[in-house]
């Protein structure tokens, strides 16, 4: 059964072809994803990567998880998939987003309060 991995802090200079690279080394690469942001057409610093087998991906995240790639240290770890079915960091739209206590509405986040703190449009 195949296993995703997921890639974090990813150099700018990384592409497909040195992450498979990377991954090959520890087995056969099924897969491999990398989120774009829609308006650069840049990675996100972030990478899926599929292995054929569990032993394979425990091998590669043994293997890479910490080292330098293309300059900068790699997070390497098994995907977890949200319970909404979306993969961690997804989002609609693109982009991850952080979670927020209290939605932010209006300009400035202020919920169509006024420069005084109260609401100005009386």
Do not use: Y
Not at 27 to 49: K, M, N, S, Y
Not at 73 to 93: K, L, S, T
């Amino acid at each position: 059964m195949s296993k995703q991995i997921s890639v974090h802090n990813l150099s700018p200079r990384t592409t497909g072809e040195s992450l498979l690279a990377a991954f090959a080394a520890h087995g056969q690469v099924v897969g491999l994803a990398i989120p774009t942001d829609r308006e650069t057409g840049l990675h996100r610093g972030l990478a899926f990567v599929t292995m054929s087998t569990d032993e394979e991906a425990d091998a590669a995240i043994a293997a890479l998880n910490g080292t330098t790639l293309d300059g900068r240290p790699v997070i390497v770890q098994v995907h977890e998939d949200r319970d909404d079915g979306r993969m961690a960091g997804d989002r609609p739209g693109g982009g991850a987003v952080e979670e927020e206590e209290e939605p932010k509405v209006g300009r400035g986040g202020r919920g169509g309060e006024g420069p005084r703190g109260r609401d100005s449009r009386r």
